[in-house]
Nanobody, 114 residues
Framework: QVQLVESGGGLVEPGGSLRLSCVASGSILYFNEMNWYRQVPGKERALVAGMRSNGPIYENSVKGRFTISEDIATNSVYLQMNSLKLEDTAVYYC?????????WGKGTPVTVSS
């Protein structure tokens, strides 16, 4: 089973940037989809961005600010987050989907605060 490990979270001021990384223990081609989700306390985990065969998808609130990318050679998926807002504060999770099953990393926390 391929495992996913996120990194790159931290504390950043509003307007700042962070780049999240997700490294898979095997090839990301094992998965049909690669996604980034986020979760805040008391709310369900929500899709932020995803890689699809016909191009990336984004949740409306992050369009134009976040960019998802992948590097097959290094088994990595990235989430570049720019112009961060207070409401982007959450734990961010990398996820891979294969045959209807989701595989999750343990998450990396992002705190946007002045």
């Amino acid at each position: 089973q391929v495992q996913l490990v996120e990194s790159g979270g931290g504390l950043v001021e509003p307007g700042g940037s962070l780049r999240l990384s997700c490294v898979a223990s095997g090839s990301i081609l094992y998965f049909n989809e690669m996604n980034w989700y986020r979760q805040v306390p008391g709310k369900e985990r929500a899709l932020v961005a995803g890689m699809r065969s016909n191009g990336p998808i984004y949740e409306n609130s992050v369009k134009g600010r976040f960019t998802i990318s992948e590097d097959i050679a290094t088994n990595s998926v990235y989430l570049q987050m720019n112009s961060l807002k207070l409401e982007d504060t959450a734990v961010y999770y990398c996820s891979g989907r294969r045959r209807g099953m989701d595989y999750w990393g343990k998450g990396t926390p992002v705190t946007v605060s002045s």
